[in-house]
């Protein structure tokens, strides 16, 4: 399937929007790093910015976790690489906060 050809201004606003998506994420993944949100404060919020943001970036922002311990907790819950915070279901939302607050 190819793309749809975008007008300058089309383009300009994509950029735009992209660039104040990654904006957002980079505040809530600071947020998570110093500890003024929890894991469970990320997996409880609703908007799109979290919903897209990939569990093992949320994970590896908590002080202390590292792409090694980050990868074993998802392993551990059951959670591929690729899965986004948007689409964790409930058994895999508990399971990974028990194993963080384990």
Do not use: F, H
Request: charged share 30%.
């Amino acid at each position: 399937m190819a793309l749809p050809t975008l007008t300058p201004e089309q383009r300009a606003q994509a950029l735009e929007k992209a660039q104040q998506a990654r904006k957002e994420r980079s505040e809530l993944l600071a947020g998570v790093k110093a500890g003024t949100l929890t894991i469970g404060d990320v997996l409880a919020r609703t908007d799109d910015i979290a919903k897209k943001t990939k569990v093992v970036q949320v994970l590896k922002a908590l002080p202390g976790y590292g792409p090694a311990k980050a990868a074993a907790l998802m392993e551990q819950a059951g959670i591929d690489d690729s899965r986004r915070v948007g689409g964790l279901g409930e058994q895999q939302r508990r399971k990974l906060l028990e194993a963080v607050s384990a």
